[in-house]
C-alpha cells in the first residue's frame, strides 16, 4: 500500500467537494472514532467464536472491510494533516512495543 | 508500507507473548476503539485552528504519532484475523465514495 | 431521575425479548462506546460555535437526545450487571475530581 | 439522582476552574467518548464470563465505576450545555424501542 499515493488522492477528492474547511485534525479524529465504533458494533453481540468466524457471514464480512477503509483513511487523512509520516512511526511503535513487553521465554 | 510483512511480524508478536487466546477480532476490536479514543483525546480541548498546529508541539506531536501507530497495528491485526485484504477493501471503499459524493463542479 | 426503577424496566424489557445471554457488561461496553460515537457523529463536522446552537436546529436537537439517552441507558445497564451503584460513584468522583482538580482563587 | 442539581455542581465546578471556553458540546462529546472507552478497555482482554464477575476483582470494579461515573457527568454536561432535558430524553427513546423491538410472546 503506497500511504503517500492514498494521502494525495484523499486530498484530491476532498479538494473536489470543497471539504477543506472540515478536515482539520481534530475533525477528522473525531470521524475516525465513529468510523471505528461502526467496526465496534460488527462485533458487539457476537461470542468470541462467532467474531473469529466472520468470515463465513458475506454480508458482515464486506461490512468488515469497509469500516477497516474507513478507519484506515481517516488515519491517513489525520496524518497527512498533521505532517506525520506513518511508516516511521509504525517502526518506532513497534520498537517501543518490543521493548515494553519482553518476549518470554 | 507492505501490510502483509506488518501482519506477519505482528502474529509473531503475539505468538511469542502467548497473547493468540486474546486475539479475537472482537477483543481486536475493542482494543482499536481504545486506541482511537486516545487519539481523539489529543484533541479534545483543542480549538480547530491549535489542532492544525500540532505539528509545532513536539510532544503531542511524538504522541499522536504513537496513537495513529496503534490504531492502525490493530486495524491491520483485525484485518489479519478476519481474512480482510486491506488494500483491496481500501480501492473498493474510495470507489464506493466516489459514487456517493459526487464531485462538485 | 429513578436509577433502580430505570434499571428495572430495562432488565424486564430485556427479559421479554430474550436478550439476557448477549448482555454481558463486555457487550454492554462495547453497545455503549457505538452511541457515545454516535454521539459524536452529531458535532464531527460543526464549528465550536455551530455546536454551541445545537438547539437552534430541531432535528439535531431531537437526534442528541436520542443519543444522549442510549449512552445512559447503557451505562445504567453496565452499572445494574456489574453490581455498581452509579449515585455513589458519581459522588466518589466528584470528590476525587476536586482533590484532582483545585480551584484557582 | 438529581440531574438539575449534579449539572449545577458540574457548571460551578468548570467556572471555579475557568474551564467554560472549553466546556463546548464538541469538545464535551469528544471527551465523553474518551472516557467510554476507557470503560471499554477496562473489559477488552476479558471472556464474557470475567466481565459478568467483574465485582469479584475491588480494583477493577472501583475502576469501572469510576469509568461510568466520567461518562455519566460528561453526558449531563452535554446535555446541560445543550438544552437538552434528560428525562424526558430517556422516556422518549424507551417509549421509540418498545416501538421498534416489539416483545416476543
Same mark, same amino acid.
Given at each position: 500500500?503506497?500511504i503517500a499515493?492514498l494521502q494525495?488522492?484523499l486530498r484530491?477528492? *476532498? %479538494? #473536489? ?6 478536515q482539520?485534525p481534530?475533525?477528522l479524529a473525531? !470521524?475516525m472514532?465513529?468510523? *471505528? %465504533? #461502526? ?13 473469529? !468466524?466472520?468470515?463465513?457471514?458475506? %454480508? ?11 478507519v484506515l483513511l481517516y488515519l491517513l487523512q489525520i496524518a497527512d494533516h498533521s505532517g506525520v509520516d506513518v511508516a516511521a512511526a509504525v ?15
Amino acid at each position: 500500500m503506497n500511504i503517500a499515493e492514498l494521502q494525495s488522492r484523499l486530498r484530491a477528492f *476532498a %479538494a #473536489e467537494r470543497q471539504w477543506e474547511p472540515y478536515q482539520t485534525p481534530k475533525n477528522l479524529a473525531m !470521524a475516525m472514532v465513529v468510523e *471505528a %465504533a #461502526e467496526l465496534v458494533e460488527i462485533f458487539q453481540w457476537l461470542t468470541p467464536e462467532e467474531s473469529q !468466524a466472520i468470515a463465513q457471514d458475506p %454480508a458482515k464480512h464486506q461490512h468488515l472491510g469497509e469500516e477497516i477503509a474507513d478507519v484506515l483513511l481517516y488515519l491517513l487523512q489525520i496524518a497527512d494533516h498533521s505532517g506525520v509520516d506513518v511508516a516511521a512511526a509504525v517502526e518506532a511503535k513497534l520498537a517501543k512495543n518490543a521493548l515494553k513487553y519482553p518476549a518470554k521465554g
